[in-house]
């Protein structure tokens, strides 16, 4: 079963950093577009960014220009640059493939408050 491992959250102040990743497998990073989400209380899962085998990328508005996704295939390694946060980034971030097919991991925690 795959699993999908998700360090990297953390609190941090309003227009501040942080670099989430994200393990898997190989064949997982190979063959799948992979993406992050997140997720508030009270509201659905949604995807923020995703990033396909050939590395084209694509960005939901309200992060684009601010968010990064990359992926370090040697690694088995996916990540997420989060610059300029705002409160309104404070949710439980996942990755998953896109549309997501595996089961979730247990996410971690952006908090962006000053």
């Known amino acids: 079963q795959e699993q999908l491992v998700e360090p990297g959250g953390g609190l941090v102040k309003p227009g501040g950093s942080l670099r989430l990743s994200c393990r898997a497998s190989e064949n997982v990073f190979k063959i799948y577009t992979m993406g992050w989400y997140r997720q508030v209380p009270g509201k659905q899962r949604e995807l923020v960014a995703d990033i396909n085998s050939g590395d084209d990328a694509y960005y939901e508005d309200y992060v684009k220009g601010r968010f990064t996704i990359c992926k370090d295939n040697a690694k088995n390694t996916m990540y997420l640059q989060m610059n300029r946060l705002k409160p309104e980034d404070t949710a439980v971030y996942y990755c998953?493939?896109?549309?997501?097919?595996?089961?979730w991991g247990q996410g971690t925690q952006v908090t962006v408050s000053s």
């Open positions: 998953n493939t896109a549309p997501n097919i595996l089961s």
